[in-house]
């Protein structure tokens, strides 16, 4: 990978906040992932639930929630009991609109695919 002496730059001037930001933002969350392997090479264990919605999963959220759901941006993106935090509707929402450091993906994923994610989200408890 080239590396832009422009977004070089602007990551120095921007300091270590804005460089954090600057990566995760580059860092292609929700973007694939689609080896589903771990940083580590290893194939994480399967995830249980409907193959699609694990399919969906894989493709669209493991980049930032991990292979077994457990989160790679900070406590906020463990997924593990979210149903026992937030409610279907709540993460549907989430889902579809984003927020705080996870972008919305409700131009990029179907309504029927956002709400199997979130039905199969909100079982964890």
């Not at 929630?65 to 790679?72: A, I, N, S, V, Y």
């Not at 979210?82 to 996870?102: E, K, W, Y």
Request: aromatic share 4%; with cysteine.
């Amino acid at each position: 990978m080239q590396k832009d002496p422009i977004v070089l730059r602007r990551l120095r001037k921007a300091g270590w906040t804005g460089a954090i930001l600057a990566a995760m933002a580059l860092s292609a969350c929700g973007g694939g992932g689609g080896s589903g392997k771990s940083q580590t090479g290893a194939t994480p264990a399967p995830l249980d639930g409907p193959k699609e919605t694990v399919a969906l999963y894989r493709n669209n959220c493991i980049s930032c929630h991990g292979g077994e759901l457990q989160g790679k941006m900070g406590p906020e993106s463990d997924l593990r009991e979210v149903g026992a935090r937030i409610d279907q509707d709540q993460i549907r929402r989430q889902i579809a609109d984003g927020g705080s450091l996870m972008p919305g993906f409700g131009k990029r994923l179907k309504a029927e695919e956002i709400d199997a994610l979130a039905a199969w989200l909100a079982a964890r408890k």
